[in-house]
């Protein structure tokens, strides 16, 4: 099999259900011949598996010893917080995967500050990511979030809706937070060629049937949950290790990345944005669209600004002013 690289991609949080799943999604799309699995409960049964899935020329370690998986690290995607269970919300989980995010930021600038690039999907990972590169000290195109999966819920609705291939239905984007105050943008999207803001308003598609449709959409880890009893583990996986193969050079990733923002409007932030994500890291745009697309994402930026501020009155994070004492690319 032919890499991509032969750096190290570490996986935290690989003995539960997204890491497994991201560590046999790597080995498929041939990322790396170096991985390593790590989690504080043991990823030896699933090293085993993987080797026993007949992968050829590779070396996967297992280990719960952080500074062994951490050393020489050039690329890391991490799981390793706590699931949303039914009932929850990912700003239930703030706190103590904040707390996570810290210990898994010091750790990075403590045994791998060369790392290239870290994926952060664990919730609510917009926080999750900011603390994370906060405390790694971490440039801030080195570090992304998981939000592409929101527009692939998009994208999936709509195509069921009109009973086409996702592939048939473009430009689907949705940004600012990961969770229910997203902001979904419809009016770049086409249903085969046809702009969905033409369809919208029709007996086809009533504006009712879309406000719908977006809000279920900002539900969509929700809808999962009650479909399998469990928060989502194979679409994060997959999402992700996309997200990392993007860095590494290899094929694009084709949606929205959170990403660190701090512009004359948006500041100190993560948030998912109009993304260029490369072996330079990840850059973005300011999003276009109306100006009710614009207000949305205003709005989503001021829950984000909320528990971020949250953060500091639970001393997770020092107030705004002295991050760059922290991390001096911010």
Known sequence: MEFLTNDKLVIVGAAGMIGSNMAQSALMMGLTSNLCLYDVFSPEGVAEEMRQSGFDNVNITATTDVAEA???????????????????????????????????????????????????IFNPADLTGLVTLLYSGLKPGQVTTLAGLDSTRLQSALAKKFGVMQSEVTGCATYGGHGEQMAVFGSAVKIAGKPLTDIIGTAEFSEEEWEQMKKDVTQGGAAIIKLRGRSSFQSPSYLSVEMIRSAMGGEKFRYPAGTYVSNEKYNHIMMAMDTTLDTNGCSYKMPEGTSEEIAKL????AHLCKMRDELVTLNIVPAISEWNKINPNL
Do not use: Q
């Open 298 to 301: 205003d709005a989503s930026y």
């Open 70 to 120: 951490f050393k020489d690290a050039k690329y890391i995607i991490s799981s390793g917080g706590a699931p949303r269970k039914e009932g929850m919300t990912r700003e239930d989980l703030l706190a103590g995967n904040c707390k996570i995010a810290e210990e898994l930021g010091k750790n990075i600038k403590t045994y791998c500050p060369d790392v290239k690039h870290v994926v952060i």
